[in-house]
């Protein structure tokens, strides 16, 4: 499994605002997208490297194979065993780590520009030869039965795998991303073979580079690194079996503190009204002083946090919710976020909550460039969302370009209590002993998460 190496931190911390990152487009790998953005303020390189590979495209009965596979890239390849390959790594420090997501395996690679040429060497071997050793699976596939046991004792993992089940229903986006048991126990080192060579393409794939190198330097060491891959591309996954299950659904755990995922149907990258949506959600959930972190923590006590984000996948687009807080308050606080979500589509926005909006947005954002894997790591975000190459350089505008009543309209287009999916996982009082969620905002007793 991927290590990570103390040496390289320092990198992390490398400002790089993101005003000053100009992004080029590299003809570099046929099939691919590559984005890339020369830096020299530090001696390093960073790659983030998306395939279609995210649990999605999991064979049926396999759930768990994208993640798998993921996991094995750093156990051996070529020539090298497991501990072999992890060692030229750590002997160069060089980081290589892959993950998956719905949509994309990611994988990352940070290393100091000197030792670029053998870690983009160690790379092409792990992307295509890699050895799936059937006792190094063996081995990672207890660790990871070993994480999704631990996440049954988790009510937030419990809630969230719930939720993405029911939302979705049994297929692409409803399955775990980690896998099942049954799924993992069933995999063979031939099955995850099959599945890279299929998955582990260049049909499909989008590259971010950013770092200390010239445009041609880097060109090569993709070319050398991607070129030997398919150029193919995997079908993509049928769209989700359902979008929403609405109503609430509780998933019995003896926790004193449930958690609750809720969540309605969003927007997906390419709609029109995304970077509105962006505004209405910082609005609603988005920040420590949305409406309803005011209403549900500060006016009432309930809950140290409850925050919402728009989740754009692929196929689908999902306004995602989650709070955390005691037994006896679950329903009470389920209640607060029907009612916030309701006055807030009745009512829209103020003037100065869309000023306040825009001006985190804009304002943190360069908080996302302060290293060259954070450069590469975002490129890679964009990528992956179909966006163009200047939308680094307009997003600013973008986002001051919307009004008030552009928040109006997409508030009363998103947030609808009545389609929102709920999911609890814990266990409530038999008896609703509660106060009724009567009385206004400004006037009800705060109570003690």
Same mark, same amino acid.
């Given at each position: 499994?991927?290590?990570?190496l103390?040496?390289?931190?320092?990198?992390?911390?490398v400002?790089?605002?993101?005003?000053?990152?100009?992004?080029?487009?590299?003809?570099?790998?046929?099939?691919?997208?590559?984005?890339?953005a020369?830096?020299?303020?530090?001696?390093?390189?960073?790659?983030s490297?998306s395939?279609?590979?995210?649990?999605s495209?999991?064979?049926s009965?396999?759930?768990?194979?994208?993640?798998?596979?993921?996991?094995?890239m750093?156990e051996?390849?070529?020539?090298?065993?497991?501990?072999?390959?992890?060692?030229?790594?750590?002997?160069?420090?060089?980081?290589?780590?892959?993950?998956?997501?719905?949509?994309?395996?990611?994988?990352?690679?940070?290393?100091?520009?000197?030792?670029?040429?053998?870690?983009?060497?160690?790379?092409?071997?792990?992307?295509?030869?890699p050895?799936?050793?059937?006792?190094?699976?063996a081995?990672?596939?207890?660790?990871?039965?070993?994480e999704?046991?631990?996440?049954?004792?988790?009510?937030?993992?419990?809630?969230?795998?719930?939720?993405?089940?029911l939302?979705?229903?049994?297929?692409?986006?409803?399955?775990?991303?980690?896998?099942?048991?049954?799924?993992?126990?069933?995999?063979?080192?031939?099955?995850?073979?099959?599945?890279?060579?299929?998955?582990?393409?260049?049909?499909?794939?989008?590259?971010?580079?950013?770092?200390?190198?010239?445009?041609?330097?880097?060109?090569?060491?993709?070319?050398?690194?991607?070129?030997?891959?398919?150029?193919?591309?995997?079908?993509?996954?049928?769209?989700?079996?359902?979008?929403?299950?609405?109503?609430?659904?509780?998933?019995?755990m003896?926790?004193?503190?449930?958690?609750?995922?809720?969540g309605?149907?969003?927007?997906?990258?390419?709609?029109?009204?995304?970077?509105?949506?962006m505004?209405?959600?910082?609005?609603?959930?988005?920040?420590?002083?949305?409406?309803?972190?005011?209403d549900?923590?500060e006016?009432?006590?309930?809950t140290? !946090?409850?925050?919402?984000? %728009?989740?754009?996948?692929?196929?689908? @687009? $999902?306004?995602?919710?989650?709070? &955390?807080? #005691?037994? +006896?308050?679950?329903?009470?606080?389920?209640?607060?976020?029907?009612?916030?979500?309701?006055?807030f589509?009745s009512?829209?926005?103020?003037?100065?909550?869309?000023t306040?909006?825009?001006?985190y947005?804009?304002?943190?954002?360069?908080?996302?460039?302060?290293?060259?894997? !954070?450069?590469?790591?975002? %490129?890679?975000?964009?990528?992956?969302? @179909? $966006?163009?190459l200047?939308y680094? &350089?307009? #997003?600013? +505008?973008?986002?001051?370009?919307?009004?008030?009543?552009?928040?109006?309209?997409?508030?009363?287009?998103?947030?609808?209590?009545?389609?929102?999916?709920?999911?609890?996982?814990?266990?409530l009082?038999?008896?609703?002993?509660?106060?009724?969620?009567?009385e206004?905002?400004?006037?009800e007793?705060?109570?003690?998460?």
């Amino acid at each position: 499994m991927t290590r990570w190496l103390p040496a390289l931190v320092f990198a992390l911390l490398v400002a790089a605002p993101a005003s000053a990152v100009n992004v080029k487009r590299l003809d570099a790998v046929t099939g691919a997208s590559v984005w890339f953005a020369e830096d020299h303020g530090v001696p390093m390189i960073a790659l983030s490297a998306s395939f279609p590979s995210g649990s999605s495209y999991d064979p049926s009965g396999k759930a768990g194979m994208a993640a798998l596979a993921a996991a094995m890239m750093d156990e051996g390849a070529g020539g090298l065993s497991s501990d072999a390959f992890q060692a030229a790594l750590a002997v160069k420090g060089i980081r290589l780590e892959a993950k998956c997501d719905r949509d994309y395996t990611v994988v990352t690679l940070v290393t100091l520009s000197s030792n670029a040429k053998e870690a983009f060497r160690l790379l092409a071997l792990a992307l295509n030869k890699p050895r799936f050793d059937p006792e190094t699976v063996a081995r990672v596939k207890i660790q990871m039965l070993q994480e999704i046991q631990a996440a049954r004792e988790d009510p937030a993992a419990v809630a969230e795998k719930g939720f993405y089940s029911l939302y979705f229903g049994p297929y692409t986006y409803g399955r775990p991303v980690g896998g099942d048991p049954a799924g993992l126990s069933s995999i063979s080192a031939q099955e995850l073979r099959a599945f890279a060579s299929n998955h582990w393409v260049r049909g499909g794939l989008k590259i971010a580079v950013a770092g200390d190198a010239g445009a041609a330097a880097i060109a090569a060491l993709l070319k050398s690194t991607f070129a030997g891959l398919p150029e193919t591309a995997p079908s993509l996954p049928p769209p989700p079996f359902r979008a929403g299950a609405p109503g609430v659904h509780t998933l019995p755990m003896d926790v004193p503190q449930p958690a609750v995922f809720f969540g309605l149907p969003g927007l997906q990258r390419s709609d029109k009204d995304f970077i509105a949506a962006m505004v209405a959600n910082y609005i609603l959930g988005g920040g420590d002083t949305s409406r309803l972190m005011t209403d549900v923590r500060e006016r009432r006590g309930l809950t140290y !946090d409850v925050s919402t984000e %728009l989740v754009p996948l692929r196929r689908a @687009g $999902l306004l995602l919710g989650t709070v &955390a807080t #005691r037994r +006896d308050a679950v329903r009470r606080t389920i209640a607060l976020v029907r009612n916030t979500m309701t006055r807030f589509a009745s009512e829209g926005p103020t003037d100065r909550e869309v000023t306040d909006a825009k001006q985190y947005l804009n304002g943190s954002f360069p908080l996302s460039f302060t290293s060259d894997a !954070d450069i590469a790591a975002q %490129l890679n975000v964009f990528q992956q969302e @179909g $966006l163009p190459l200047d939308y680094l &350089a307009r #997003r600013a +505008d973008l986002i001051n370009a919307v009004s008030s009543a552009d928040v109006r309209r997409v508030a009363r287009r998103l947030f609808d209590p009545a389609r929102m999916t709920i999911v609890i996982a814990g266990t409530l009082p038999t008896v609703n002993t509660e106060p009724a969620n009567t009385e206004p905002a400004d006037t009800e007793p705060a109570d003690t998460p």
